[in-house]
């Protein structure tokens, strides 16, 4: 998954005239305002306050509290806010919770087990009053650095319990920010909740453009510190970098993994002309050429099975970049972003959902105010809609669950990092105040 990044920007403005007019609220030719998924039920969720052991009464609440907010965050449940007392201890009166109004009931007691702990959860189907699945966690202790992620993982399987789907609670966001003092922009890693912010590297030039590896092991950026745009690998755990050279001239922008994990596609840029290109980075060997021509091909993005590839283009003669898709390998691409000859519009930095047939974009009529798009790809053509209308919003990145969207945006009061539920259109600020650039977000983490 890849979206163009500052470096891709400018060169789009290049091409473009001079004085262009900052978008009003012009309306997009082919494109509905509303949500991808338009019919959602929203079930109540009621949460017990977690029975401690002896020793874990401070653990309890500290996992009570982060599945509360996880299970919000999902956009999946309307959390039931206060709990009567009488409802607070062992046993599950089914009845008296559905006159309350809940549909789901979590459970839950923490044990200490040494300087970890233990949850067991359960999960109760109130209108059918039954358990409807449980579980039983460790976790570690609440001092080590990978307890919020073991917790967000629990949340999870929450998710995937009530709904058979993925939760997106267990990842993390990538993006890039110039760190106080400095002028260049570093990597920056933030939990899916906004917690846990840190920079994660030092190149003391500008890093650009990230993405995440299958597994959510390594993270690929363009960095400009060997003078000359360049793809880097970082092995996160290990925090190790190696510099990936395949030989080429040019500058070497929007790196993004395929599928497969082995292969790498990107694009390379020379004057006013790029291409692109995939490479094996296991076996350092074998550069493909794609696509390209005289125009510039950039800002690859895989489908989740690896048989088609998204990325921008310039190819219709204009300077205002279209989303273009064409088969993993290369091929003949066709225009999936909403074009009209007479109002051609500005969209770029595609992204592809991990779960389902659609792609995320941002753009707008005229260079200046951008709105979030996605295009649901079908057969008999596409069917865009507009997620945002307020402020400028840019560079959307899909989470693991297929169902949110993280992106860069700007409203009165300032500029954030911002979240979408593509179901609900619930949108919130995970850090407000920050100036980012091309938010990725992670697969599903399994370690800490």
Known sequence: MRHCGVSVVVLWALLLPEGVAAQERDSIPGVTLGLVYETTYTPALGIRP???SLGADQAAAQVEAIIARDL??????????????????????????????????????????????????????????????????DLPNPREEGFRMAVHRVSDSVVEWVFD????AASRIAFSMIPLGSAT???????????????ITNHGATVLSPTWSPDGSKLAFTSFKSGVARTWIQELELRSERMIEPLRTGDHITPVFSPDGETMSFAVTSGARSGIFSYNIERNC?????????????????????????FNSNRLGTANPQIYMMPGRGGEADVISPYSFDRPGYFTAPD???????????????????????????????????????????????????RHLVFKGERRWGKGLF??????????????????????????????
């Not at 789907?165 to 997106?168: A, L, S, V």
């Not at 493909?288 to 048989?307: E, F, K, M, Q, V």
Request: glycine share 10%.
């Open 185 to 199: 922009k570093e990597m920056y890693l933030v939990d899916s909740d906004g917690e846990n912010l840190r920079r």
């Open 419 to 448: 979240v979408v539920d593509v179901a609900t259109g619930n949108t919130r600020v995970i850090l407000p105040g920050v100036d980012v650039t091309v938010p990725e977000w992670s697969p599903a983490l399994s370690g800490g």
């Open 72 to 137: 919000r965050y999902s956009d999946r449940f309307r959390m039931m806010d206060s709990i009567p007392e009488a409802l607070v201890g062992e046993g599950v009166d089914y009845s008296l919770w559905d006159r309350l109004g809940a549909v789901w009931l979590l459970t839950g007691r923490i044990e200490a087990a040494g300087e970890r702990f233990v949850l067991d959860l359960e999960v109760h189907d109130v209108v059918y009053g039954r358990m409807k699945d449980s579980g039983r966690f």
């Open 165 to 168: 789907e993925p939760g997106m």
């Open 286 to 310: 074998c550069l493909t050429h794609l696509s390209g021509g005289r125009w510039n091909d950039i800002s690859p993005t895989y489908s989740a099975d690896g048989d088609w590839l998204v």
């Open 352 to 402: 592809w959902s991990p779960t389902d047939a659609v792609v995320a974009f941002h753009g707008a009529i005229r260079r200046g105010t951008y709105h979030i798009l996605v295009a649901r790809v079908e057969e008999r053509g596409q069917r865009v809609r507009q997620l945002t209308w307020e402020g400028n919003n840019e560079d959307p990145s899909w989470a693991p669950d297929g």
């Open 50 to 52: 977690f029975t401690p």
